[in-house]
Every structure is written in structure tokens, then in C-alpha cells.
T-cell receptor
């Protein structure tokens, strides 16, 4: 168990460019969550997957944002036409929820996005 | 709807003195509550969780929190602060009735920055 991995750790991009982040959850975990944390605030929920199905999206997730988890393992979060307001730390977390077992949330270290 | 309010944005203590970080919650049912810690450039780490068992919850690194329904509070305490405790602390509630602390979307407070003076 190597924990939740996120890549890259830091990303600087120019306004208007597209960016993509990757999250590798703990291998046995079936749920994967994305959160966004802006400076001086607590993390805010964006979306989550159970296996490959995206089950919930926050109103914070505008149509410029898209998340996928194609094989129920790693996930990607893409932001199109980035804006300065997208500058934040993007956090990924995973958990296990089945009828037989539950394992609590584990967060990754995050990807810090700076839009210039 | 569930929410948490952290009453102090910044708390400063001297090493060896007690720590108190205050949190009030709002929930339409008996909540699942958590405290997380975030050190600079590191991921969020779970300190402790309350999921309707004992009201006094012990966590890692000597922290504990007491669930008080009558006061809708879940304050975090530690008897003696250590320099390594300096970090950002988040009080968190789950948006679902969650017995294991494993599901539901987490609703975070705005955080309390703890500074520890030598």
C-alpha cells in the first residue's frame, strides 16, 4: 500500500491552456474523490467515483472541468481553458465501501495549480 | 445540510502548554465528525473521528476531541503542545450518515492555523 499518488505535484500554466492531473488511489479502494482547496480555505468537494462510475458532481465543477476513471483504477481531472480563479490545490482521496468492508478516506498530497 | 464552523482562524500557544481548537457543527442527523491536520506541502492526515460511539475520542499524537450534542461542539484538545504540532487543522463533517468514516462527501471548516512558540 503506497498511499494515494498525485501527479504532477506542481503545475504552472498560462491562462487559456488545458491541464490534466492524475490520481492513483490505493489499489483496493473502490471510491475516488476530487477536492479543491484554495488559499486560506478548507478543501471543497468536486466529484466522486465508485469504480468507473461518476456518481456525484458539485456545482463547483463547471463545464470546463471533466473527470474520468476509465477502468476504475486511476483517475484524471482535466481543466479546459484555465482561468486565474482555477489556481488552487487539487486533492484526490480514495476509500473502500462495500457491504463487507469499509476503509476510511486517504488523501494524496495534491497537485498545486498556478494559472498565470 | 451539514456544516462546521471553526471559531478561530489562528491559535498560538507556547510549547508545553495546552491546545484547544474549537469547532461547532450543524447537522440534521447524528453526524460523523473528524479532525484532519495538514502540514505544509503534505497531504491531509486524519487525527481522529467520531461516529456515534464514545463521545470522547482519542486520536494520534496525543490529540483528543469530545462530542457534545447539547453544545453542537467537537473541540480538539491536547494537554501539551509540541513544536511539531504547528500546522493547519480542519474540523470536518460527513454529508452522509457514515459509520465507518469511509464514505460520503466531506465538508471542511475553513481551518485553524496552530502556531507553537518555543
Amino acid at each position: 500500500d503506497t498511499g494515494v499518488s498525485q501527479d504532477p505535484r506542481h503545475k504552472i500554466t498560462k491562462r487559456g491552456q488545458n491541464v490534466t492531473f492524475r490520481c492513483d488511489p490505493i489499489s483496493e479502494h473502490n471510491r475516488l474523490y476530487w477536492y479543491r482547496q484554495t488559499l486560506g480555505q478548507g478543501p471543497e468537494f468536486l466529484t466522486y467515483f465508485q469504480n468507473e462510475a461518476q456518481l456525484e458532481k458539485s456545482r463547483l465543477l463547471s463545464d470546463r472541468f471533466s473527470a474520468e476513471r476509465p477502468k476504475g483504477s486511476f483517475s484524471t481531472l482535466e481543466i479546459q481553458r484555465t482561468e486565474q480563479g482555477d489556481s488552487a490545490m487539487y486533492l484526490c482521496a480514495s476509500s473502500l465501501v462495500t457491504s463487507q468492508a469499509r476503509r476510511g478516506y486517504t488523501f494524496g498530497s495534491g497537485t498545486r495549480l498556478t494559472v498565470v | 445540510a451539514q456544516s462546521v464552523t471553526q471559531l478561530d482562524s489562528h491559535v498560538s500557544v507556547s510549547e508545553g502548554t495546552p491546545v484547544l481548537l474549537r469547532c461547532n457543527y450543524s447537522s440534521s442527523y447524528s453526524p460523523s465528525l473528524f479532525w484532519y491536520v495538514q502540514h505544509p506541502n503534505k497531504g491531509l492526515q486524519l487525527l481522529l473521528k467520531y461516529t456515534s460511539a464514545a463521545t470522547l475520542v482519542k486520536g494520534i499524537n496525543g490529540f483528543e476531541a469530545e462530542f457534545k450534542k447539547s453544545e453542537t461542539s467537537f473541540h480538539l484538545t491536547k494537554p501539551s503542545a509540541h513544536m511539531s504540532d504547528a500546522a493547519e487543522y480542519f474540523c470536518v463533517v460527513s454529508d452522509q450518515k457514515d459509520y465507518g468514516g469511509s464514505q460520503g462527501n466531506l465538508i471542511f471548516g475553513k481551518g485553524t492555523k496552530l502556531s507553537v512558540k518555543p
